[in-house]
């Protein structure tokens, strides 16, 4: 497929465009063709227009055509066969096997909402039926049942350019949920995610909806995400990335004169609590597992473990030994772009500056700069000095770690208790450790979305219990998760029918349930 | 029970602060004993570290702890038998009838929570179970709940001195939730509030639960208020009141370093839709209706009909014109305070002012200034006018409305595309008439979190299915409600529990379900 570098409006190239920008191959440098035009705020207003045109329809295609359509597009990606790979891997430097795994995510993700929607009781319909002689009034028929917020903004991420991007998390569950949606994508791999859009419009024909229900924006700065989150139509905004460009969408979703929810994942430490009986008794596996977990995708995972704190003492020193010998044999990566590579250097000078914090153990390999690579490295201090500075709790994106030791559970405690907002807190311990330091899990239980016991917070599951996401600043909602078939609540809201008759009823909420949905009916759970 | 005019921090009284303040009763504008202490800075920092100390425990103390606490806030409300609802009376005017009847839903909101939470299945427990054999990597074992956010602020509402104010939903909500609690009470009724808090704190007591779990300021201005949406250790707002007020409550949350969740309802219109074959039909009945809805309480409702559109014609006429006769029977009433009743009369003059718009009718009565009255009035205009001016989109609190005549069914769809977010739209219709007038139910749904059939929308039910939240204006957040055991959703987080052994889980996500809740168990609901 030869790639036009239009975004794409309801279907439509967008008109051209005085601006243009290209890829980069982060692994050689080289710009890769075509070039893509930037998206204006007027493309930013008709992607709008036509999204809440098509909301008017989608919104009422039912839950059943709606899962043909979550279907359809992840035939469509798979579709697409090996070109998507390749061009994903010349964009983002990832290599094959991963981003193969990451396109049967994406198709999984499509697939599960789907298989959610068809099953129907995410609905949580609840009827309370009508009591006329009830004192000392009576009571209406009422029907309460989850409807779609309307066109909803999804912006792709860096880090995941098919699982977190244009037919990402957030738009299939978008969709799922009956929101229409535009795409700004991320400008580091644009030729994906035209790709990616093209197999949503062949899905949108397949299924005969109107185009409108999706549009694909290009643009490097953030003037068009900014245009989008800005405009009077859009009821809703999903984001995955930096803290600064998600508050920045935040703030102005806030500051709208009709004010929207903004869905923002921005940055976790996911910090590694080691308890003495699983550094005596399993010292080995851990350092392997740290290592491992931490240089995953070279660092660039929302949960890579960047704070692990230890008692000090002889365990601790024999682990960090070995912990040491395993980050020797790290290899180094190419990252995503230049910029990220560019932070995360900048990044690790301002952690080497410090005064108290010295380096652990590095890989042996050096970084090739003309290929865009990190090379993972480890840092060690005390909490005393993590407590003096609050940098170190600012998120290098990459393949580094701080390693914190304690003198006392106290310390630890207060260490924990410091901590902000975090997609993710692990604890790796015994049964007898966890019985010791219940405190310290109650402590990670308020900080975190997702609470680890001996396992390592990196490899996000896409099922009904996960929960990614946390307190501010891991995101800017912490209701809410932006993995598993729970991310569907983010685009809905409560809507009740009084008195309706059964005619003018949705089937979630007919009498005799034809859906055969779990609701809630006269205040008891039934099918 | 003698009033001391103290804010409450963990039971303990504030101390005397430079500032006081009283209540007026509005019937005969006689100011009203004892004078209340001004909350400072130093009682909301106060109040919130106490909640946050009190939340370590009140969190861990289980579903069926916190029922027997909500309950027994009930029991100890009536107990304060008739003195409550004489000091209400005098604080609000009210009269105890309606008191009567508020303090019998504040109670049921109570037991509606503690029944909720007994049952267990609110948190949506969801359980994946590991998969360790699964290729090419094995699933953790996942187990997701909702927790409690930590303390919330609850600021009482004017209109409702039992039901939306210390004691009142927010409260009984997110003290279900597992959340503590610190209450600005609103100063129209001070001593109302500290009965009611003395209430909840014999049920602290009899409960033995930390004092903190609740505390109560006083304050007349913003301050208060504001300090405690500041504070650091908050988590979250429920908010009941004006635009003005909601907005910059919701500002001052964004602006946080860490935001937090606002939960305001700030006003609304509730228009009604008056369809051809109704007016035909039933015109004396809806005339009747919506005298009595839109006067209800001296109009002093969040639901009440602030705006009645229908088709123009000799149908329309007729029904104005028997909605001008029960008009003028229409008692005058006394108003919560003296500055809503300045802000009604203002309200007034300025629809009056407006070219266009003229009285349809009015009471016969006058209103008496010093009881702080208002005479109950309705105007008219058409579409074209109510479209050319904005200003007739403000809500005026008090027994007031507006109809508007429309020219055709566009001009009716026109009518409600233009309006913005509320908590309910009614239709008025015979069967055909829904049938005909699809799309302006399909608007009315899109703009209001409660849409009504045939009734008149004030009178709200508590209920598993009740919506009363709606878009904004109406509110801050529309996938949330007021009203309705589903108000327990604001106050919760979910957090995943990764790997951890049956020893450390909650009883919600163990194995064997002591609980029997309902639970997403591998996909399928299940108890």
Chains 1, 2 share one sequence.
Not at 268 to 286: C, D, H, K, M, T
Not at 345 to 366: M, N, P, Q, T, Y
Request: glycine content about 8%; some cysteine.
């Amino acid at each position: 497929m030869q790639l036009h570098g239009h975004s794409l409006i309801a279907g439509k190239l967008a008109p051209i465009s005085s601006k243009t920008f290209n890829a980069f191959n982060p692994a050689d440098g080289a710009k890769l063709e075509p070039a893509f035009l930037e998206g204006t705020h007027a493309d930013a207003d008709h992607a709008m227009r036509h999204a809440e045109d098509a909301f008017e329809i989608y919104r009422r295609i039912g839950d059943v055509a709606r899962a043909e359509f979550l279907d359809a597009i992840a035939e469509e990606i798979m579709a697409l066969g090996e070109e998507l790979l390749q061009r994903a891997n010349l964009e983002t430097g990832l290599p094959f096997d991963r981003l193969t795994m990451e396109r049967g995510r994406t198709c999984g993700q499509l697939k599960a909402f789907a298989a959610l929607i068809r099953e129907g009781s995410w609905v949580d319909a609840r009827i309370d039926t009508a009591l006329p002689d009830r004192q000392p009034f009576p009571r209406p028929d009422l029907r309460r049942m989850l409807v779609p917020l309307g066109p909803v903004v999804v912006l792709g991420a860096s880090n995941f350019p098919l699982a977190f991007s244009v037919a990402g998390g957030d738009t299939a569950s978008a969709l799922a949920a009956g929101c229409t949606v535009v795409v700004k994508a991320h400008p580091a791999h644009p030729g994906t995610s035209e790709l990616t859009a093209a197999a949503i419009y062949r899905a949108i024909e397949k299924c005969k909806l109107p185009h409108g229900v999706f549009s694909l924006i290009h643009g490097t700065g953030a003037d068009a995400a900014l245009a989008l989150v800005r405009h009077p139509l859009a009821k809703a905004l999903g984001f995955t990335g930096s803290l600064r460009a998600g508050r920045a969408l935040f703030d102005a979703a806030a500051a709208r004169q009709e004010p929207i929810p903004v869905f923002a994942e921005m940055g976790s430490l996911n910090p590694v609590f080691l308890l003495p009986g699983a550094l005596r008794e399993r010292s080995e596996q851990i350092a392997a597992g740290l290592k491992n977990s931490f240089t995953m995708g070279v660092g660039q995972m929302c949960t890579k473990p960047g704070l692990v704190f230890a008692l000090g003492g002889p365990d601790f020193d024999s682990f960090a030994q070995k912990f040491r010998t395993q980050l020797q044999s790290a290899a180094c990566g190419t990252m995503l772009h230049r910029g990220i590579c560019e932070n995360f250097h900048a990044g690790i000078e301002r952690v080497r500056s410090l005064k108290g914090v010295v380096v652990l153990g590095e890989s042996d390999a050096d970084a090739d700069a003309a290929k865009t690579q990190a090379e993972p490295v480890a840092f060690v201090t005390d909490v005393e000095n993590f407590l003096l500075h609050r940098e170190l709790q600012e998120e290098v994106f990459g393949p580094y770690t701080l390693l914190v030791t304690a003198r006392s559970t106290a310390e630890l405690e207060a260490a924990a208790r410091s901590l902000a907002g975090q997609l993710t807190g692990t604890l790796h311990g015994t049964p007898e450790d966890l019985a010791s330091f219940r405190s310290l899990a109650e402590i990670l239980e308020r900080k975190a979305g997702r609470v680890v016991f001996n396992a390592f917070p990196t490899g996000v599951e896409v099922c009904p219990s996960m929960q990614h996401g946390g307190p501010y600043p891991a995101t800017t909602d912490s209701r809410s998760t932006s993995v598993g078939t729970a991310a569907i609540q983010r685009w809905v809201r409560p809507v009740c029918l009084q008195g309706f008759p059964q005619s003018a009823l949705p089937p979630e909420l007919l009498d005799d349930n034809p859906r055969k949905i779990m609701r809630i009916v006269n205040g008891a759970l039934t099918r």
